[in-house]
């Protein structure tokens, strides 16, 4: 079974909202403070998520289905989490 820290996911996702909208990124932000309002923002984002280096290595594979658009930063954490998890990973805490 493959293995992924909670660390490593969190600091890979709240590096890449910080870069996209140069703000401090907190769990309980709104994922538009970050990435903009509206479904096609958050449809485009999910594939800059899904082709990160880092999440394309591990096959990362978010679907609209799967994040929605009044979702803060901890609920799209958790969106990823139980990607890796429905796809065999076990995500442990270091």
């Known amino acids: 079974m493959p293995r992924r820290s909670y660390q490593d996911i969190r600091d890979w996702l709240f590096a890449r909202l910080r ?3 140069g703000k401090k990124v907190a769990y ?4 538009s ?3 903009g309002k509206g ?3 958050l449809y485009a984002y ?8 880092q999440f394309s290595a ?3 594979t978010l679907v609209p289905g799967n994040v929605l658009a009044s979702f803060n ?3 799209l954490l958790g969106a990823i989490f ?6 065999g990973w076990e995500i442990y805490y270091a």
């Open 58 to 60: 591990d096959g990362l």
């Open 19 to 21: 870069q996209t909208s």
């Open 46 to 53: 999910l594939n800059v998520l899904n082709t990160m280096p």
């Open 33 to 35: 403070t970050h990435i």
């Open 28 to 31: 309980n932000h709104k994922v």
């Open 82 to 87: 139980e990607d890796y998890q429905s796809r």
């Open 73 to 75: 930063v901890e609920d």
């Open 39 to 41: 479904l096609p923002t």
